[in-house]
Structure formats: structure tokens, C-alpha cells
């Protein structure tokens, strides 16, 4: 992590995350208003003093949308990608550990996977199920599991050469052993910067099914809905769009950042 | 390879961001011009028909393009009284039970072959054939005999006398008999290929880009004024907007906030295009599902409706554009009852009449209960931003009372499949429309309660029963309007639905369009849209120089 | 290389099954049978095509049966017509018995989305390989920082808001390019260059928007990639030997770099095919994403379950292309000594 740190940009984007967290967290205390709180007679306000990113249609005030929005946005994000890595270390750990038959079918499962449109299969399956926010969650977690597995997959094949697997195999150790202490400790960094780059997607997935209308359900605000709620408005209250819209972005962003930073840093060959 | 390939693309993605023809002169929009005959009419369509006859395609879409193309027996005028349209005239028999339409002499078909009273006979077997996948069927099936004693006359008789029955006449597009007959009409290729009678006929039809329609020579109308209308499919509202902003579609429904928002403050935008107002076709509301407690007790039925704030949706999501309603009726109209209110926004009455059915906050949670359970339930709605806008506002004012309200927004086919047609569900906000027929059996008699069938809040009540059959009788109008206003007092009383708004139907035509009837008539600004015309000084360059 | 080649081709029998095994599975997911979600209010009609679901499917079957026909289906290509009242095929056209023909709908919609897909590749590889070079020759200095900075951005900002803006900016404001739709009216007039000037112009925003967020993922890549060939033994040596340094990184690293891009190149297809969905509804371009959304709304199964397949069949074709024309590259591949 510090290694990470040494590089400016992720620095930068540690440091947009780390702000973003913290509004998310703390919103209810900075939230000068009810995210929920409907005012028929200050319907799209511009911002002001008292609005700081203005009102929307209803007259609810759009910072404290968006600081809540964050929490939701944001959970999303973290719970599919939690999701998407326990699919994927549980997989990968089988696949290399026991090879044969077991990685040969886990393997396939992958590639039918990558195959298909992975965005099509996410809108089917939402629109069938009826979106919720945790269908949406567990759809994308199902959807995403591909690169870990392949990560946690390559590391465990490469590690059970190495000595001290070797060693500790030979002085009987179990599998459940061999793997839990030796073999998924050590394979675990590549997967902390697919996880960074992992919630930055879902960040993009949800907002795409918000503006297919197969997003997080209102009156929970996401900052996918609502951008999509000031999509028909965006030279007139532009207000409504460039708020989520740059903050989907800056967020997007700071994940990449981090986790191009990441994967310098661990990287052993881009020592400089 | 990527030095050569970046500057050709660079040229590309730079040519083509520049030149194209200058659109039509100066010329000003706001001189009278005299009527006069071509040019191209443009408007945008959210969805695409999946066929032109009429009978077979649910989706409006077809409706709009079907009603350009295809004639029917009776019409409704600007004031929404009936006058014939292929009909010259008709007359009911002395029992009320027959109806014999007289033909127009001299009709054609736009291919040249004669329209007579042999194609509505085709056309009425048609729809009431179980074969064809229509929904439309039933008024029609209650015909016991249909005949054409001569090319000019078509009869139809009923068992007894049914009043909506010149109505159904006025909603069945005629089909020509020599072109679809003798092929299955629900994959006949004359769905894509369709020859009418009216205005216009189709030119070509792109998929999943545009139908254009050209005017038809043999029209049974007389000749429209506009050469061509052109229907672009363009899904989204917002690109929509920005297309008729940049003068790329000639007319569009606006929303609310763009007619009251937008609008002032684009003075640019109001030199070139024009708004229009006219009283929409439904009205929206909330309907409870009367099989599911509490919902049984009226009075819980009542306090919903006295604790939700109807003038406070129509300001904050209509922006005040829309009306309230306090019977399913067009208010002006004769259907609807001018003696009922909606009911007022009165939270304290709906407090005491919760009260009285038994409900209290016991355990001090802030939200009402009775016998343990909370009062408590969720509303489905589909994706339409103002019923879901409606939603949170009515969420609001029930927590004002104590009642726990959640929102659900789903998309049509899993709402309709899931929910409604298993009943599965506490409370909707939903629409129905405001037709010019006051019979509303299909949607409040308790008989028609299957799956599938339009009453599935399961609404019953004999005394209601007992009106909407006697109103399917009574062919006198004043008869007829006692009858509905009576049920629409009950209907009210009872509450099973909260009536919430009818809101605007909000045109909006560029200003090149000429002939438009403002303020709207009330049958709309389209009822003379074939009188419409565009001025050659202010047509499109680009389709006038072909 | 046939060896090869067949090896390939018996690889994606596997890949197949699973495809139409997924497939399937979805077209189950609705609860209760697919029969009951329907997209009509229309007790008869409803009526009606649930039987016909029901035979079309055979859910009448055990499932295992129901899955054999399936695959049968897909094996011949025949996924049979759409739900919607006309009935097109779904996948290729047909004629009947009078001569009228129906064109399949995947047929129409799929070149158009083809075309979006292949210019944006072309646009990504034509902007992502010099800015991955410039990145690699300068690495973490301001150069390599700015680039890496900007394709993030690019991925980052959400697709329909830019595009929103763009359209309102150049379509609107300054009337530079069309806002939406793939023809101008009146092209049916036009010459063939005009044409095709026209339709390029219509395709501008919709290609720029797709190939910006795919600009991050092949740019770091190329950039990856040099950075390490560049650290390889043959390049210090080519470099002690005294060759030109652009003879080096043009030569011999980028080459070098290259040879994995084509892989990559192939795996990106379906994530391209999945994103044309918001792109084309906003842009009402009626490609294999529009029609997927519209096919979903109206639980048009015929329509959803060929474009699942299909989409995943293209991708299939992708991959094997890619890997051919990696082995043709790369000629330890071809003797079966490498992955």
C-alpha cells in the first residue's frame, strides 16, 4: 500500500476515495437537508446558498440526495464486487489447487462466461427478477467473477511449485491447511487491485440500468438515477446531471487510479 | 499502420463534424400565409408499430399510424359528437336493436378498387373470428346478425338493444376485402403493406427507423393538405427534445416541466415552435385492491383519500397542468357529474375515520395499528416518472397519518405479469382512460374479475351492477347520463380508487405548421390535422429539393 | 496449422453447450413457466401464445428433453419467430408461400451494431497504440501521467451523459452533426458518396462515445506490454548493437508488444456487443442492443435466446480469429510449443 502511495496518481486517487467514503459515511450528519424531503414549491432550484447543487423535481435537495445516493452507490459497488471475489477465490483456489477435471470444467465455465454479453445477461435477468437493489447487487457480483478466478487460479498453479508448499505437502499437511495458510494468503494481492477496479465497474453498471429504468428504486436515491432523472433537462437544469455526473466520474476514477497504482506497485516487474 | 490510419480517421471524425445544408430561409413564422398543399410534416415515435392493422397491433403507435390510413363508419367531430366518416348517414330500427349504416357513394380503396359495404361485413367477421388474435372482440361478437344487402348498406343486429354500439362503430378501422382475404390475417403480409381509405397511404417503412406516409389520391375524405408525414422512431424523451430543439421533428408531447420551464425561459425556442393545451385522454389513480384487508373497510378507503393532497400532485408534478377529477369522465363533458367534488385534503377526518375502524398507534412506533398489525402496505406503479413522482408525494402525506407507505416501480410486462394478473399486490397507481363512451362495465362489474380481465382491483358492488347493465340498455342520452352520474356518486362514495388528476395533453408543433385550431377544441388540436399546412417559404430544404 | 485450427474448432463444442446450457436456464428464470409473463393485457391473446410457448418449447417435456430440443434448435440455427404480432423470424429471413419476404430481425439489426463495433475497435487501436507507446517511452513522468489520467476519464464518465452533452452540443447548439438515427430523410436520394458521408456522420458520436470507454483498457495494455518487452534481453541487445532507437521501439518491442492485443482484441467483443444497448436506444439505432431491450420489455423469448446465442456464437468466431491470426504471428503457436 505504501509502495502504491509512492505513485501521485494514486495517490490522488486514494485520496478522492478516502473523501468520498468519508461523505458517504458521514452523511446524515452533513446532509443539511432530508434526502427525501419533498418541497412542491421549490421545484428545480438552481443552486444556491441554501441549495447547494440545487433542487430536483420534486424539491428535494440534490446534495443531500447525493450524499445519500454515495451510500448506495457505493454499496452496490462493494457488495457485487464481494460477491464477484468470493465467486472467484473459492473457483480459482479449486481450479488450481486440484487441476484435473475440476480446473478443466471451472475453466470452461470462464470462457462460456466471457462469451456472452455479460451486460445482456444483467438486464435479463434484473428485468425478469423485478430490480431491487439486491437483485442488482448479486446479478452483477454473478456476473463478474471471471478475472479472479483466473487470477487466483494462475497463483495457486505457480505457487504449489514452489518449496514450501512442496515441503509442507510432503510433511502431510491437508489440503484445507495447504490451502487456507500457505497457497490463499499468498495469493491474494493480484486480486486486491481487480477488487478496486471491480467496484468502479459495478459503479458503471448500475448507472447504465438506471438509465434503462432497471436501476436502484425510488425514492432510494443512486447517483445513477439521479443522473438519469436529469437526463431530459441537461442544458436547462443542468444541475440535476453534472452533480452525479461528475461525481460517478471522480469516483470511477479514483478507483482506476488506485488500482493501476496497485498494480504497479505489486507488480514485480515494473520495478523502476 | 497507426500513423496512416490516425489521420484518416482524424479527417473522418472531423469532416464529418461540419457542413450540412443550411436549413430553410429566414423566413418569418409569424406571417399569415395562405392555405396550400405539400411539403413534409416529421414526428417522432417512442416505440414501433409491430404491424398496420389496427385490429391486431396492440401498441400506440400503430393506433397513431393506423388512424392515418384506414377509415371507420363513424367518426367523433371536434366536440366529440358522432358523425359519419365512410357512413353517410345511419338509422336505428324502432326496437334499438338494429343499426343500418349508409354507405358514401363512389368510395375507393388507394389501390383504385371499390369500397363497399361487402368490406365492413369482411372486416366485422374478421374481428370476431376466434382465429384472430384481437382484443378487441367483444363489443362486436354481441352483433347477432351482420349483412350487406347492397354495395351502400351494412346491417347489424343485436339481441337487445346495446347503447355503446355506435361508439364500437366509431373504433373499427375497415379493412379492404380484396387484399387480406383468404390468408391468415395474423401473418399476413398486408400488415406491412397495408392499403386504406383515408388521408394517407404507406410510402415505406424502414425498420426500427421510420414509416413515411404519402397522401392518397383516392382518399374517401377529400385530399389532406401535407404531402408526407413522416414518423421517426427515436426511443428516448430526452433525444426526442433535443431533435425537435434542433429542428430535425416538427412536433412532440411535452412534458410539464418542459412546457412550464423550459419553455419561458428559451424565448428562442418560443419563436419557432408553438405550445398547445388540450384536456388529456385518462386520468391517473390509486386503486386499492379490494380483496386484501384492510382495504375491504371503506373506511380505510375514505382516510386515504382524505389524508392524500390532489391539488399538491397536480402543482408539484404536473406544474399545475392537469385537473382533478371526481368521476371516471372527461370533466365538461355530459358523462361526468358536475355535482361531485374530489374529496378534500383533510388529514384530521382521515385520522377519526381510521380511528373509528379501530386503528391506534399502541405501541408508540409512529405508525398506526390494529389488532398487532401495522398499518402498512406498498404501492406498484410502472416506469413513468409521474406516477412514480406521484407516489413519493402520496408516501408522504399517508406517514403524515401514520401509515407506513413503501414504492415499487417495475416495467410494464413484469407488472402486468406478475402482479396484476395474480392479484398479487395491495395497492397500484395506475391510469385508465377517458373515452367518449360512458360505459365503463368491462372496468367496475363485478363479473369481470378473471385474470387478465380490466377488474382486478376486485371491485363489487349489485347497486353498481345494477347501473352499468341498465346504462348498456338505455339508447337515451339523457336517460343514460342520469345513470352515470348515479354510478359515478357511488363510485365516489365508495372510494375504491383515489382519483388523482387528469393531466394536459401538451403538443408542441413548430411554428412552420399552419391551420392548428388554438385553443383546442375538445377533441383535440389533431381533429383537422389534414387541414394543417405548410407554407412552401417555411418548408425543410432538404426534403423540397428532392 | 490445420491441426491447429481443428484443435480450435473442437475447443468450442464445450463452450457451446454451456452457452445454450445459460441460455436455457434464463429463459427458466421467470418464476412459475415462462407462460406466465406476458407483456399484454389480452386474456385471449395471452391465451394463445402461451400455447404456442408451450409448443415451441415443449414445456410439456421433462426438462432434460426440453433442453435436448434446444439444443437441437440452436444446432440448425432456427430460433423460430418473435412473439410480437408480426412474427418476423428472429434470426434469418424467410419467404412464404407468396413470394413475401420477411427479413430475420438479428439478420437487420446485427450488421448495423457490427459496424459501430468495428470502427470503434478501429478508432481505439488508432489512438490507444500511440498514446500506450508514448506512455511506455516515457514512463511516470508527465507524459505516461496525463495519457493515463485522460483514458481514465474516458472510461470513468458515464457513456449517456457525455453522449447527452455531445448531441446537445454539436447537434444543437451548433448544428454540426445529426442528433440521432442512422439516415438523414431524404437518403434514399442520395448518391453513393453521399451516402456514405451520411451515415458517417450519423455514426460519429455513437462510435467516439463506445470507443472512448474501451480507450483505457487497450492503451495501459499497449503500454504494459512495451514497458516490459522494452526491459527484454533481444531489445538491450539490439540497442547495444546500435540501431536507431526507432528501429528498436517500432521494429522490435511494438511487434513484440503487439502479439497479445490480438487476444485481447477478441475478448473484447462481447463487452462492446453489451454496451450498444444504452448507446443505441439513446441514439435510436436499431441494432442487436435496442432490439435485446425492446425484446426484454416484451418478454419476446424467441428474440432474447437468439441474441444470447448469437452474441455469444460472434464472440466464439472472434476468439478463433484472433488466436489464428495470433498463431499465424506467432510461429511457436502454430508449432504447438506455446499456450
Request: include cysteine.
Amino acid at each position: 500500500m505504501k509502495q502504491a502511495l509512492s505513485n501521485p496518481l494514486a495517490r490522488w486517487g486514494f485520496a478522492i476515495i478516502a473523501t468520498v467514503l468519508l461523505l458517504a459515511l458521514l452523511a446524515p450528519l452533513i446532509a443539511p437537508y432530508d434526502p427525501d424531503a419533498i418541497d412542491v414549491k421549490a421545484i428545480l432550484l438552481a443552486p444556491s446558498s441554501s441549495h447547494w447543487m440545487g433542487t430536483d423535481g420534486l424539491g428535494r435537495d440534490v446534495f443531500s440526495r447525493m450524499l445519500f445516493g454515495a451510500r448506495i452507490s457505493l454499496l452496490v459497488g462493494f457488495v457485487a464486487v464481494g460477491i464477484a471475489t468470493a465467486i472467484g477465490i473459492v473457483l480459482g483456489a479449486l481450479a488450481g489447487f486440484y487441476r484435473g477435471w475440476v480446473d478443466t470444467v471451472i475453466m470452461r465455465l470462464v470462457d462460456v462466461m466471457l462469451t456472452i454479453p455479460t451486460f445482456f445477461l444483467i438486464l435479463a435477468v434484473i428485468a425478469f427478477l423485478t430490480p431491487s437493489i439486491w437483485n442488482i447487487m448479486i446479478v452483477i457480483g454473478l456476473t463478474s467473477w471471471m478475472g479472479v478466478t483466473r487470477l487466483v487460479r494462475a497463483e495457486f498453479l505457480s505457487l504449489r511449485e514452489r518449496e514450501f508448499v512442496m515441503a509442507s505437502q510432503i510433511l502431510g499437511a491437508r489440503d484445507g491447511r495447504l490451502i487456507f495458510r500457505h497457497l490463499l494468503p499468498n495469493s491474494l494481492t493480484p486480486v486486491i487491485v481487480s477488487t478496486v477496479l471491480g467496484v468502479a465497474s459495478a459503479v458503471l453498471v448500475e448507472s447504465g440500468l438506471s438509465f434503462l429504468g432497471l436501476g436502484v428504486q425510488p425514492p432510494n436515491a443512486s447517483w445513477g438515477n439521479i443522473l438519469t432523472d436529469g437526463k431530459e433537462y441537461i442544458e436547462f437544469a443542468w444541475w440535476l446531471s453534472l452533480f452525479p455526473g461528475m461525481a460517478i466520474l471522480l469516483t470511477v476514477l479514483g478507483y482506476n487510479l488506485l488500482g493501476e497504482g496497485l498494480r504497479d506497485a505489486l507488480d514485480p516487474r515494473s520495478n523502476k | 499502420m497507426p500513423r496512416k490510419l490516425l489521420p484518416f480517421l482524424a479527417a473522418f471524425f472531423l469532416l464529418a463534424a461540419c457542413g450540412r445544408p443550411a436549413d430553410s430561409s429566414n423566413a418569418d413564422l409569424n406571417r399569415p400565409y395562405p392555405p396550400q398543399s405539400g411539403g413534409t410534416l416529421v414526428d417522432a415515435m417512442a416505440g414501433e408499430p409491430s404491424g398496420l392493422i389496427p385490429m391486431l397491433a396492440g401498441e400506440s403507435a400503430a393506433s397513431a399510424i393506423a388512424a392515418n390510413i384506414f377509415n371507420t363508419l363513424l367518426k367523433y367531430d371536434k366536440n366529440l359528437e358522432l358523425e359519419g366518416e365512410l357512413a353517410k348517414s345511419w338509422d336505428i330500427s324502432d326496437d334499438q336493436k338494429t343499426i343500418t349504416f349508409h354507405l358514401k357513394p363512389d368510395l375507393k380503396w388507394a389501390d383504385g378498387a371499390p369500397l363497399t359495404s361487402a368490406d365492413a361485413l369482411f372486416t366485422w367477421k374478421l374481428v370476431t373470428d376466434d382465429n384472430t388474435r384481437t382484443p378487441y372482440g367483444a363489443d362486436y361478437k354481441l352483433v347477432i346478425r351482420a349483412e350487406a344487402p347492397d354495395a351502400q348498406t351494412f346491417r347489424v343486429s343485436y339481441a337487445q338493444p346495446y347503447a355503446p354500439a355506435l361508439d364500437s362503430w366509431a373504433g373499427l378501422q375497415i379493412l379492404p376485402k380484396h387484399l387480406p382475404q383468404g390468408q391468415d390475417i395474423n401473418t399476413t403480409a398486408f400488415a406491412r403493406h397495408p392499403v386504406g381509405s383515408h388521408y394517407y397511404q404507406l410510402a415505406e417503412w424502414t425498420n426500427g427507423e421510420r414509416i413515411s406516409l404519402v397522401r392518397n389520391p383516392n382518399a374517401t375524405q377529400g385530399q389532406a393538405r401535407i404531402d408526407r408525414l413522416l414518423s421517426r422512431f427515436i426511443p428516448d424523451p430526452a433525444a426526442q427534445f433535443l431533435e425537435l430543439m434542433a429542428d430535425n421533428i416538427d412536433s412532440m408531447g411535452l412534458s410539464p416541466i418542459q412546457y412550464a420551464r423550459i419553455f419561458p425561459a428559451r424565448p428562442e425556442l418560443n419563436q419557432k415552435i408553438a405550445l398547445y393545451k388540450e384536456l388529456g385522454n385518462a386520468y391517473t389513480y390509486l386503486g386499492f385492491n379490494l380483496k386484501h384487508k384492510p382495504f375491504d373497510d371503506q373506511r380505510v378507503r375514505q382516510a386515504i383519500n382524505y389524508a392524500i393532497d390532489k391539488q399538491e400532485i397536480i402543482d408539484g408534478v404536473l406544474l399545475g397542468l392537469g385537473e382533478p377529477v371526481a368521476s371516471p369522465y372527461k370533466p365538461g363533458t355530459r358523462w361526468s357529474n358536475p355535482r361531485l367534488h374530489p374529496y378534500p385534503y383533510d388529514p384530521e377526518k382521515a385520522k377519526q375515520l381510521l380511528k373509528d375502524a379501530g386503528y391506534a398507534d399502541h405501541d408508540g412506533d409512529g405508525i398506526l395499528d390494529k389488532d398487532g398489525k401495522p398499518l402498512a402496505f406498498e404501492i406498484l406503479t410502472n416506469q413513468n416518472k409521474q406516477r412514480e413522482m406521484s407516489a413519493t408525494l402520496i408516501q408522504r402525506r399517508l406517514k403524515d397519518i401514520g401509515i407506513d407507505v413503501k414504492i415499487r416501480v417495475l416495467e410494464w410486462a413484469s407488472f402486468i405479469g406478475r402482479f396484476i394478473k395474480t392479484g398479487d399486490f395491495d395497492v397500484v397507481l395506475l391510469g385508465w382512460g377517458l373515452g367518449q363512451e360512458p360505459d365503463q362495465f368491462n372496468i367496475w362489474h363485478s363479473s369481470q374479475q378473471a385474470p387478465g380481465q380490466f377488474n382486478f382491483i376486485g371491485y363489487s358492488n349489485p347497486e353498481v351492477d345494477k347501473l352499468l347493465e341498465q346504462g348498456r340498455l338505455e339508447l337515451n342520452p339523457d336517460k343514460r347520463q342520469e345513470i352515470y352520474h348515479q354510478f359515478a356518486k357511488i363510485l365516489l362514495e365508495d372510494s375504491p380508487i383515489v382519483y388523482l388528476y387528469a393531466g394536459y395533453g401538451l403538443p408542441a408543433i413548430h411554428k412552420r405548421v399552419k391551420g392548428i385550431d388554438n385553443p383546442a377544441p375538445p377533441a383535440g388540436i389533431g381533429h383537422n390535422a389534414y387541414e394543417w399546412y405548410i407554407p412552401e417559404p417555411l418548408r425543410r430544404t432538404e426534403i423540397s429539393a428532392q | 496449422m490445420t491441426r491447429y485450427l481443428l484443435r480450435r474448432l473442437f475447443w468450442m463444442v464445450p463452450l457451446l453447450v454451456g452457452i445454450s446450457l445459460i441460455s436455457f436456464l434464463i429463459m427458466h428464470l421467470a418464476p412459475g413457466d415462462i407462460t406466465t409473463t406476458e407483456a399484454g393485457f389480452n386474456p385471449k391473446a395471452s391465451q394463445e401464445s402461451r400455447q404456442k410457448l408451450r409448443q415451441l418449447y415443449h414445456l410439456d417435456e421433462p426438462l432434460i428433453v426440453q433442453y435436448g430440443l434446444w439444443l437441437k434448435r440452436m444446432a440448425t440455427l432456427d430460433f423460430g419467430t418473435s412473439f410480437a404480432s408480426h412474427q418476423r423470424p428472429v434470426f434469418l429471413e424467410r419467404k412464404d408461400d407468396k413470394g413475401n419476404v420477411s427479413k430475420g430481425m438479428i439478420q437487420e439489426a446485427l450488421p448495423i451494431t457490427l459496424l459501430i463495433n468495428v470502427l470503434s475497435l478501429v478508432l481505439i487501436i488508432a489512438v490507444a497504440l500511440p498514446l500506450g507507446v508514448i506512455s511506455a517511452l516515457n514512463p511516470n513522468k508527465p507524459p505516461d501521467r496525463t495519457i493515463t489520467v485522460f483514458v481514465f476519464i474516458g472510461f470513468a464518465v458515464p457513456g449517456f451523459w457525455l453522449a447527452l452533452m455531445m448531441m446537445y452540443w454539436l447537434g444543437v447548439a451548433h448544428d454540426w452533426l445529426p442528433i440521432s438515427g442512422l439516415h438523414s430523410l431524404g437518403y434514399e436520394h442520395l448518391t453513393w458518396p453521399a451516402r456514405w458521408w451520411d451515415t458517417a456522420r450519423h455514426l460519429a458520436i455513437p462510435v467516439f462515445i463506445s470507443a472512448l470507454g474501451g480507450l483505457a483498457g487497450i492503451s495501459l495494455f499497449v503500454r504494459n506490454g512495451m514497458l516490459d518487452v522494452l526491459h527484454q534481453d533481444y531489445i538491450t541487445t539490439a540497442r547495444a548493437k546500435g540501431l536507431p532507437e526507432n528501429t528498436v521501439v517500432y521494429r522490435h518491442a511494438l511487434r513484440n508488444a503487439l502479439l497479445p492485443l490480438i487476444t485481447i482484441l477478441g475478448l473484447s467483443i462481447p463487452g462492446l456487443i453489451g454496451g450498444s444497448v444504452i448507446a443505441e436506444s439513446l441514439f435510436a439505432i436499431p441494432g442487436m442492443g435496442k432490439l435485446f431491450y425492446d425484446a426484454v420489455l416484451m418478454r419476446d423469448f424467441p428474440v432474447i435466446m437468439g441474441i444470447l446465442t448469437i452474441g455469444a456464437a460472434l464472440t466464439l468466431i472472434g476468439n478463433l480469429l484472433a488466436d489464428l491470426a495470433y498463431a499465424w504471428a506467432d510461429p511457436r503457436v502454430r508449432r504447438g510449443v506455446g499456450g
